[in-house]
């Protein structure tokens, strides 16, 4: 039997939070250019921008992605966290989307389509290396289906092209 090792951990980066920082500054602007038109009491508005934007500062941060030998998880939550696992012999196929801002900054979205019920479809937003993490989980996803002698099958049409065979 062998042992899980831990083959790669991180989290998102925060550039996934631009447009939300961005809203958060020229609210923030809008605020402070009504405050000085008004009263100063107006200031006392910013409480909202500056804390929905560290809010979502914490809720990226807090996300993580772990890839272990046997499967992979994904922990989130601020306060109370919520972990979703799905084993590695589950992961049926696999995209990496790279858009521009994010090529740019050498950042890219792997896509997971999974056999998983709970979680078909696992997303890991803005990560460095995308190629290299899609290769340590393709040659892990593998070896695993080999060492368990698990296959996909999949399976066009809908329940009823099951209805017409005859029992045996």
Not at 36 to 49: D, F, G, Q, R
């Amino acid at each position: 039997m062998s042992t899980e090792t831990n083959l790669w951990s991180n989290s998102p980066s925060q550039f996934i939070n631009f447009h939300k920082f961005l809203m958060g500054v020229a609210v923030s602007t809008a605020v402070i250019t009504a405050a000085c038109y008004t009263s100063y009491y107006v200031l006392y508005a910013l409480i909202l921008p500056v804390g929905w934007t560290l809010w979502q500062y914490l809720v990226a941060r807090c996300l993580r992605y772990e890839l272990t030998s046997e499967r992979i998880s994904l922990r989130t939550g601020v306060f109370n966290q919520q972990v979703n696992e799905v084993e590695l012999y589950r992961i049926k196929d696999t995209t990496i989307q790279l858009p521009f801002l994010l090529r740019i900054l050498k950042l890219g979205t792997l896509v997971l389509v999974t056999s998983d019920r709970p979680l078909p479809e696992l997303e890991l937003k803005a990560i460095r290396r995308p190629r290299e993490v899609r290769d340590i989980l393709r040659t892990n996803v593998e070896r695993l289906r080999d060492l368990k002698r698990v296959r996909e099958v999949d399976f066009e049409g809908g329940d009823d092209d099951f209805e017409n065979i005859a029992p045996l």
